[in-house]
Every structure is written in structure tokens, then in C-alpha cells.
């Protein structure tokens, strides 16, 4: 006879054979959790109104979840700024800069990494492109194999912390934190895993030169201003669009949705400013249009809204318009644009049914008291708070051999938030307990697109290397990094300053001093009249 406390290991257990079949993840989520809906009917554990709840929580938290809808805007940007030619120009004029030093090419793959990651949000756009563009130049110039898959391999993993990852969108969801603070969280780790990535490929410049040598001096074509001026041309048209995106979110001016949205349409106007058939013309309506908005933030910073705000940024708008419409026109741009909400909805599809399997899943193991389970599970670990870090950190490592990050968000994370806000609490405040630990999950799934057997961004790799690189190079090669990777776990979780730093403080108030004061206030008298006979 199968009891209550049988049900949430039978559910956990049945889940992770029916993945192993190999069906696809959203029904397999959904299906489980019926069937053992239906089993908990048969046996008594709660009744067929209590199913209800799923199509009440479809409707009300995944279909009609505002937050999620930056989904799209963001998979859209990286899907147009993926091909458009702006990680070619930086690649090319950053290897040229750092090309000297021993690891230049190390160097201007990590940086380039990095940047890429805070306007496109996507780990396969990123591998591909520096890939495609950057391997045959590092083996020309006789770089270590092992260490370009590597470093490519490991840049463009960034891409899951550098905001505005995807990921962290999901986890402030699942976690019920502000967009804006998990992004603000995860800046530290994403700076310090920049150093980790560089700093290795410093030290292996002292110990084995011969695999990161510096580029001949033949091979530079643009030295002094040239070369300045190229680097400058990819850095600042892509620093405006990560203030757009990301500055007016951390400022409160706009919505994670809405700051996807401007970022989505700056995606497309730095595609056309990066083609070669953006005209003369173009360009001055794009100038016409950066000093309208120049003028019109000034006149915001030093005075009040008023006509010449208004004129000054419709003028903005009307050039944004123009540059689009201007996109649409170039074929090849306007078959990109096509492509780009192809892959815009097949991922958000994809996420809205995982999403509503995992919703079948979680009601049922929650109404078969699979939250006291997993809560007395984890609150029984030895070691307290660190022994609760470690067990989660290896688990999530470990189900990432398996799973993709959507997967374990959905999933994992709704049934571990509430006892990590009750054990984390006391730690750091139970305001930035939640967006600690979700930095750190991120950090960890960063090795799920690294680590065999399902390393994505290695099946990336291997799709676009050439011939000559072989298979074992590629999993070989990531190793160290995944190491690295691992190193920044533990920094994370032996300083939560790293990722509370930059989160506002809660004031601190001593209750015990706190005085109530009420002003007297001199009444006039009153005045009843005469009392009646």
C-alpha cells in the first residue's frame, strides 16, 4: 500500500526515469504529475477539485505573467544582433589591440565574451559567431588547441550571468524577486569571472608561452587612431544599448518587458548602422537623431518637461523609425529580421510548455505534501547553512549533466525558494537571501552548456570547427574552465558580497528609540449655548 510519505520520492524518482527515456521534458513534466494526480485521487490523499488549481495557475501565473513577455524581446535581440556583424568588427579590432601581448586573442575573445553577453542574452548566437570568427585566426597564429576550444567555449557561457541573461529573467520569476535587483546581483560574479577567465589565461601565458603566443607583426593591419577608432565604433553603439536596455531598468524608467522592447528595436537599428547599404543619407538622420536626444535629456536633467522635451525626442523616435523602416528595406537585413522571430517563437514556446508541465507537476507534488518532504529533506543536512549551499550546488551541478537551465528553473526551483528563504534568511536579510541564491544557481548552470555529456555550448562547437579539431579537444579543452567555473561557485558562496554589494540596503531601525510625538493643538472652548428650559 502506497502512503503519503511514499508519494513525493515516487513522484522525484518517476520524473527522473521518464527524462531518461528521452521524451520531450514539458510532456514528460505534465504527465507525471497527472498520473500521479489521478493515483492520489484513487487513494484518497485529496480529491479531483483539487486539480483545479492547475488551469487556474496556467492562466494566472504562466499565460498571464507580464515578466515573462521580456522572454521574447530579449531572444529577439540576440537573435538579430547575432548575425549582423557587430561580434566581427569587435573581434577583429580587439584581437589587434591585444595582439602583442602573449593570450591577445585570449584576451579580446574573453572581453568580447562579455560584452556580447550584456546585449544578447544567448549562449548559441555567441559561440557560433566567435567561433565561426575568431578559431581559424587563433590556429593560424599556432594557438593551443585544447585552449581555444576552451576559451570560446567558456565566453560564451558568460552569457547566462552578464545581464540581461535569459536566465536570471527566469530565476527573478520563479524566485518572486525584481528583475532589476537580480540583475544588479549578478554583476559582481559576472566582473570577478571575467578576471578568473583572464587571470588563467595570464598565468598560462608565464608557464606555456608556446600556447598563447602574440600575433606577428605583419598581422596587424591598423595600428594608432585607426585601430582606436575601429574599437570604439563596436564598444559605444553597443554601451547605448546596454544603458537602454539596462540602465533605464535599474533606474526605474522602464519595465524589464519595456527595456526588452527598446532593446529589441536598438537591435535592429545597430544591425543597420553595421551594413554595408546604410546610406549617407541614413547616417544623417541617425546623427539628427542622437543630438535630439541629447538635447532632449539635457532640457529633462535641467528642467521640467515642457514643448521642446517633447519635440526633441519625437524627432528621436521619428529617426528610430526611419533607421527600421530603412532595415526592412535591405534583403538580406529583412531575411535576418524574419529569422529572428522564427527562433523568437519556437524558444517561447518552448518555454511556455515547460512552464505548463511544470505547473501539472509541482501542484500535485505540492499537494502530496512534497514541500515538508524536500523541507525536512534539506533542513536535516549536516552543516547547517553551508552544508544546505553544498548539497543544492552539487545537486543542481550534477542534474545539469541532464537537464538545460529552463528545465531545472522550472522545476527545481519553485520547491527549493521556500526553505532557501527560511535557511538563507538569517545569513545575509531576507531581502537579498533569494537573489543571492539565485546568482550562485546561475553561476552553477553556467557548466550545464560545458560539461559532457550534454554540454551544449561543446555541440555548438563541434557543429561550426573545423575538420581538424577533434572531439576530445573540444571536451578536453573545457575542463579548466568548468574548474573555473567552480572556483567562482565557491567565491560566491564564501562572500555573498559579491552579488549583495550593489542591493540597496533595508534601513536599520531600533524600534526601542523609536518616539511617537503628537502635537497639541489648542482647541477653542466649547461653546454649548444657553441650556434649554
Known amino acids: 500500500m502506497i502512503t503519503l510519505e511514499m508519494m513525493p520520492p515516487l513522484m522525484f524518482g518517476g520524473l527522473v526515469l521518464a527524462m531518461l527515456i528521452g521524451f520531450p521534458v514539458a510532456f514528460t513534466l505534465a504527465a ?15 480529491d479531483l477539485n483539487f486539480l483545479q488549481a492547475i488551469p487556474g495557475r496556467v492562466f494566472g501565473s504562466v499565460l498571464s505573467n507580464e515578466l515573462l513577455l521580456a522572454i521574447p524581446f530579449f531572444t529577439f535581440m540576440g537573435a538579430i544582433l547575432e548575425r549582423c556583424g557587430l561580434a566581427e568588427d569587435m573581434l577583429d579590432s580587439m584581437g589587434q589591440l591585444f595582439g602583442p601581448i602573449r593570450g591577445g586573442l585570449g584576451y579580446s575573445v574573453i572581453i568580447v565574451g562579455f560584452i556580447l553577453g550584456a546585449i544578447t542574452g544567448t549562449v548559441a548566437a555567441q559561440v557560433i559567431a566567435m567561433a565561426l570568427i575568431s578559431m581559424p585566426v587563433m590556429i593560424r597564429y599556432g594557438y593551443n588547441m585544447r585552449y581555444i576550444t576552451g576559451v570560446l567555449a567558456a565566453s560564451g557561457t558568460i552569457t547566462q550571468l552578464v545581464p540581461p541573461s535569459l536566465v536570471l529573467i527566469v530565476l527573478a520569476d520563479q524566485l518572486g524577486k525584481s528583475v532589476g535587483d537580480m ?29 598563447v603566443p602574440p600575433v606577428p607583426l605583419e598581422a596587424r593591419t ?93 524627432v528621436t523616435y521619428l529617426a528610430v523609425a526611419w533607421i527600421c523602416i530603412s532595415a526592412a528595406r535591405m534583403p538580406d537585413l529583412r531575411d535576418l529580421i524574419k529569422q529572428g522571430y522564427e527562433s523568437t517563437m519556437r524558444l517561447t514556446c518552448m518555454v511556455t510548455f515547460i512552464l505548463i508541465g511544470s505547473t501539472c507537476f509541482s501542484v500535485v507534488f505540492l499537494g502530496v505534501s512534497g514541500g515538508v518532504w524536500l523541507e525536512h529533506l534539506l533542513t536535516s543536512l549536516p552543516g547547517g547553512v553551508w552544508g544546505f549551499l553544498i548539497f543544492i550546488n552539487l545537486f543542481i551541478f550534477f542534474l545539469a549533466f541532464f537537464l538545460d537551465f529552463f528545465e531545472i528553473a522550472f522545476i527545481i526551483l519553485p520547491m527549493i525558494a521556500p526553505i532557501a528563504q527560511k535557511i538563507l534568511g538569517p545569513v545575509v536579510g531576507d531581502g537579498p537571501a533569494l537573489i543571492w541564491f539565485g546568482v550562485m544557481l546561475c553561476v552553477n548552470m553556467q557548466t550545464s552548456f560545458l560539461h559532457p555529456p550534454f554540454g551544449f555550448a561543446l555541440f555548438y562547437l563541434r557543429g561550426v570547427a573545423p575538420k581538424e579539431v577533434k572531439s576530445s579537444d573540444i571536451y578536453w579543452g573545457a575542463m ?54
Not at 32 to 46: E, K, N, Q
Not at 280 to 303: C, H, Q, W
Not at 527 to 533: A, F, I, T, V
Open 222 to 314: 591598423l595600428t594608432g587612431w585607426a585601430l582606436w577608432k575601429k574599437c570604439l565604433m563596436g564598444i559605444i553603439p553597443s554601451a547605448v544599448l546596454i544603458f537602454v536596455v539596462l540602465g533605464t531598468m535599474m533606474m526605474g524608467l522602464a519595465t524589464p518587458t519595456e527595456a526588452g522592447a527598446m532593446g529589441a528595436v536598438g537591435a535592429i537599428v545597430l544591425a543597420a548602422i553595421h551594413h554595408k547599404e546604410f546610406s549617407s543619407t541614413d547616417r544623417k538622420v541617425l546623427v539628427v537623431g542622437i543630438i535630439a536626444a541629447g538635447i532632449g535629456t539635457i532640457v529633462a536633467m535641467l528642467f521640467t518637461e515642457n514643448l521642446v522635451f517633447k519635440i526633441a525626442f519625437a
Open 32 to 46: 507525471v504529475g497527472l498520473s500521479f494526480g489521478f493515483l492520489a485521487i484513487h487513494l484518497g490523499f485529496f
Open 183 to 211: 540583475y544588479l546581483g549578478a554583476w559582481g560574479p559576472s566582473v570577478f569571472q571575467i578576471l578568473l577567465f583572464a587571470g588563467y589565461t595570464f598565468i598560462l601565458g608565464l608557464i606555456k608561452p608556446g600556447h
Open 480 to 533: 579548466p574552465w568548468i574548474g573555473l567555473q567552480m572556483i567562482m561557485v565557491l567565491i560566491v558562496i564564501a562572500f555573498p558580497i559579491t552579488v549583495t554589494a550593489l542591493l540597496d540596503k533595508p534601513a536599520k531601525v531600533d524600534l526601542d528609540k523609536v518616539k511617537i510625538e503628537v502635537p497639541q493643538i489648542d482647541l477653542p472652548p466649547l461653546d454649548l449655548g444657553l441650556p434649554q428650559k
